[in-house]
């Protein structure tokens, strides 16, 4: 058990980090018009050795809140040097996405939750 909670809470390294999140940011601010962000936004929270790309929008009746659903998961594997895909299910566990196999392409994995061939990512 210490072992498995070790491995999670291994943080990317700083460029894998930056590298990351240039790769979201350019991701998010493509899916989403800007005049549209008022109404959905999309975001990303590292943990550890995880990044998960999240949807926003103003939660129902409060508009001035806003409620994060998650959409997809990135998990680094520092021995490797490889990005595996998850989704999220219905109670928010996530599940390794059987699609795709791991690899050091950030950006084929980003890709593949963008064209998201199953539904599985944006329903």
């Known amino acids: 058990m210490d072992l498995i909670l070790w491995e999670w809470f291994v943080t990317l390294s700083e460029f894998t980090r930056k590298q990351a999140e240039s790769k979201l940011k350019a991701f998010c601010d493509r899916r989403i018009p800007a005049q549209l962000r008022k109404e959905v936004r999309l975001g990303w929270k590292f943990r550890g050795n995880a ?36 989704q999220a299910d219905r109670n928010g566990r996530w599940h390794w996405y059987i699609n795709v196999v791991a690899t050091p392409d950030f950006d084929a994995l980003l890709a593949e939750v963008d064209a998201d061939p199953t539904g599985i990512f944006w329903g």
């Open 51 to 86: 990044v998960t790309l999240f949807e926003s929008r103003p939660s129902f009746p409060d508009r001035a809140t806003w409620v994060n659903i998650p959409i997809a998961q990135f998990r680094f594997d520092e021995q490797e040097k490889t990005w595996e895909l998850y």
